[in-house]
């Protein structure tokens, strides 16, 4: 299946999710910035609150589409170690990746949340959306980050993901929905028409017209 484009793959991610239509204590999490586009139109059919959980992807220095790991808004780093081993990546290096991306969180936290007190998942359904995965390190990321608010149910929902991907993921959160797991998977834009960049403006136009879920 090719999605005509991320609201598309949306539309059709919340078919598959319709049995949270109106339910009460259910939150859209969007990973920014793509998968905030999927999120939206989740959170608009679904008739439930959207927000954003910001994590970035720690790239290696020189090839930054291959990520060793994420960091999210509390500095908490979830690392792929046999990556770095492999790579032989140095602490410094590690930790200077790690910096700039945290501070980058950080100011994309306050960028998309405004003036927002930090989210209170505890006791909520939370449906994480990305717009695709590949390694799954920030959603990774995104998923650890969320467990620490003691939410009530982890949901995490994707279009497109590699199946050694899913398995992974898998293990991490209490139910799963994807709509296509190919074997042949090399890239998320693969799977989408129409895939462009994501601007800070895209996501918080659709954060301001949606029911934003107020911590």
Do not use: C
């Amino acid at each position: 299946m090719i999605f005509k484009n991320r609201a598309e793959a949306g539309k059709i991610l919340a078919e598959a999710l319709a049995y949270l239509k109106d339910r009460q204590n259910v939150v859209v999490l969007g990973i920014p910035r793509g998968g905030v586009v999927v999120a939206a139109e989740v959170s608009k059919i679904l008739k439930v609150p959207l927000s954003v959980v910001v994590v970035r992807k720690l790239g290696v220095p020189g090839h930054s589409e291959l990520a060793f790991g994420a960091v999210d808004v509390k500095d908490t780093a979830t690392l792929d170690r046999d990556l770095i081993r492999q790579l032989r990546l140095s602490r410094s290096v590690i930790d200077n990746v790690r910096e700039r991306e945290w501070l980058e969180a950080k100011k994309r936290e306050k960028l998309f949340r405004w003036d927002r007190n930090e989210l209170d998942l505890k006791g909520k359904i939370i449906l994480l959306i990305d717009d695709g995965l590949a390694t799954g390190a920030t959603t990774t990321a995104a998923i650890n980050y969320i467990r620490k608010k003691n939410p009530a149910k982890l949901i995490l929902a994707v279009p497109v993901a590699p199946p050694e991907t899913v398995n992974k993921l898998r293990l991490l959160v209490d139910d799963m929905t994807v709509l296509q797991a190919p074997p042949d998977f090399t890239a998320v834009g693969q799977f989408y028409s129409d895939f462009p960049q994501v601007s800070d403006e895209e996501v918080i136009n659709l954060l301001s017209l949606s029911r934003a879920f107020e911590a």
